[in-house]
């Protein structure tokens, strides 16, 4: 109520160019350049630093908390499992990763990179050997995404030529 801060970490490396709440115990994931670092404000420690080659532009977390997933400006994916630091990377998009959501259920991660939306299966062990689903409706670059509420793979998208598609994703 009184405007003041309740907790503040110690400057990170660079620039934040993210921050969220994965769900789980009171945890911050703040984002610079050369990876992620995952805070306990109540314990006012670091739990983890999750490294990446470069600059993460877009961040998102499960919503069980078990997955966190930077975009990068090199136009890949960095993944990590939280418990053990474990990673991954995906390549191949054709411009910077910069919005990642994952669904209400956490079974499905949504990217954006120019034109294109790709969906991630995160079910089991993760998205590692699996291909993604390419959505390929947009003629320009996607602007805007979200997953439907309640309806774990439909997702709404939008881009600069004013258009609104929406999704049914299927394995």
């Known amino acids: 109520r009184s405007g003041r801060a309740r907790w503040n970490s110690a400057p990170l490396s660079s620039t934040v160019t993210n921050v969220l709440w994965p769900r789980g115990r009171l945890r911050v994931a703040a984002s610079s350049y050369r990876g992620v670092t995952i805070f306990e404000p109540e314990t006012d420690r670091i739990t983890n630093t999750l490294e990446a080659p470069g600059a993460i532009s877009g961040l998102t977390a499960a919503p069980n908390g078990r997955w966190v ?67 390929t409706g947009h003629q320009t670059a996607v602007t805007a995404f979200a997953w439907a509420p309640g309806h774990r793979a439909t997702l709404i998208s939008g881009d600069q030529d004013g258009n609104v598609l929406v999704w049914r994703i299927t394995s």
């Not at 994916?77 to 990763?97: N, R």
């Not at 949504?110 to 590692?128: H, I, K, N, Q």
């Open 69 to 135: 997933v930077g975009g990068s400006q090199d136009a890949t994916l960095h993944g990590w499992k939280v418990d053990d630091g474990s990673d991954f990377q995906m390549s191949g998009f054709p411009a910077t990763v910069s919005h990642l959501a994952f669904e209400d259920g956490g079974r499905w991660m949504a990217c954006e990179s120019a034109e294109v939306l790709t969906c991630w299966d995160f079910s089991g062990r993760g998205p590692t050997g699996r291909a993604g689903v390419v959505l």
